[in-house]
């Protein structure tokens, strides 16, 4: 599997390429308490680390651990995600 990381303000985008059937995956890390999270933007699949590259070594795991298990998986098209804040009030 080839990672290609590509940095964005506090997130940071993640292209995997499976090497077996050449498929790339946009993913997203983000910190949350004292664990970074990896979600795969293509399926729904996510992992977490104590740092980033821990994140991404579980990401990884688990995708391929996905993808030994699904035969036949719907994969979204992902093409420039756009990290966008939404302010909500409530009571």
């Keep these: ?3 290609q ?3 964005l303000g506090k997130y940071i985008f993640v292209c995997y390429t499976l090497s077996m059937q050449k498929r790339s995956f ?3 890390v983000w910190k949350e308490g ?3 999270v ?3 933007l293509n399926v729904d699949v996510s992992s977490f680390g104590k740092t980033k590259q821990d994140a991404l070594k579980n990401l990884e795991e ?3 651990l996905y993808f030994e298990d699904s035969a036949q998986t719907r994969i ?3 093409e420039r995600p ?3 804040r939404h302010q909500l009030q409530h009571a």
């Design 1 to 3: 599997m080839r990672i």
């Design 5 to 7: 990381i590509e940095p």
């Design 26 to 28: 946009e993913s997203v």
């Design 34 to 36: 004292k664990y970074h």
């Design 38 to 40: 990896a979600q795969c």
């Design 62 to 64: 688990a995708l391929g």
């Design 76 to 78: 979204s098209k992902i």
């Design 82 to 84: 756009v990290i966008v």
